[in-house]
C-alpha cells in the first residue's frame, strides 16, 4: 500500500472522455481515499446538472462555480478528484491544482472521446457526430499545453481497461 502521508492528495485531469470519473472511483477505492467529481459536486450544490448551468449562465458562470469547488476540494486531504475538461482554463485552478497534489494528466485520442462521449448519457455538447468530432479536436488543441503545463504523471488511457490505468498510475507513484 502506498502511504498517505506521500500521496497527499490525487487530481485527475484531461480531456471529456478520459476517463477521469470511472478511473478516479477506482483508484480511491483501491487506496482508500474519499473521491471527488468535480462536476458531480457542481451539480448536487446547485440542484440542476452542468449542461443546464451552461444553458442558463454559460461557461463564465459555470467557471465562477467550479473554481469554488476546486478551491475547496484541493484543501481537502487524502482525495482523489476527478475535474472537468476544461478546468485548467483558469490561471488558479492550475496553480491550486499543481500545488495542492498531484496531478495526473489521463491522455487519449479525439478518436477515442468520440465514442466514450457518444456512450455517455450527458453531455454538454450537441449530439451530431461531426460536431463533436471538430468540437473536440478543437478542445484537444487549445487544452493539451495546459494540462502537460501541470501534469506530473501522463498516463493514455486509450484501449486499456480502467484496472489497468489505475495499475499503471499506481506503479507511477511508487516511483515518487
Excluded at 475547496?72 to 476527478?82: A, C, F, M, N, Y
Excluded at 482554463?89 to 466514450?116: C, D, F, H
Amino acid at each position: 500500500m502506498i502511504s498517505l502521508y506521500r500521496l497527499k492528495n490525487l487530481f485527475l485531469i484531461g480531456p471529456m472522455g478520459a476517463g477521469k470519473s470511472t478511473i478516479g472511483r477506482l483508484l480511491a477505492e483501491t487506496l482508500e481515499l474519499e473521491f471527488y467529481d468535480s462536476d458531480q459536486e457542481i451539480e448536487k450544490r446547485s440542484g440542476v446538472d452542468v449542461a443546464w448551468i451552461f444553458d442558463l449562465e454559460g461557461e463564465e458562470g459555470f467557471r465562477e462555480r467550479e473554481k469554488k469547488i476546486i478551491d475547496e476540494l484541493t484543501q481537502k486531504g487524502g482525495i482523489v478528484l476527478s475535474t472537468g475538461g476544461g478546468v485548467v482554463l483558469s490561471p488558479e485552478n492550475r496553480k491550486w491544482l499543481a500545488n495542492r497534489g498531484t496531478v495526473i494528466y489521463l491522455m487519449t485520442t479525439t478518436e477515442e472521446q468520440l465514442k466514450r462521449t457518444q456512450r455517455a448519457r450527458k453531455t454538454v455538447l450537441s449530439q451530431d457526430a461531426a460536431e463533436i468530432r471538430a468540437k473536440l479536436a478543437s478542445v484537444d488543441q487549445d487544452l493539451e499545453n495546459l494540462y502537460d503545463e501541470i501534469a506530473h504523471i501522463r498516463i493514455c488511457t486509450d484501449g486499456c481497461t480502467v484496472k489497468s490505468v489505475v495499475a499503471a498510475i499506481l506503479e507511477e507513484l511508487k516511483k515518487r
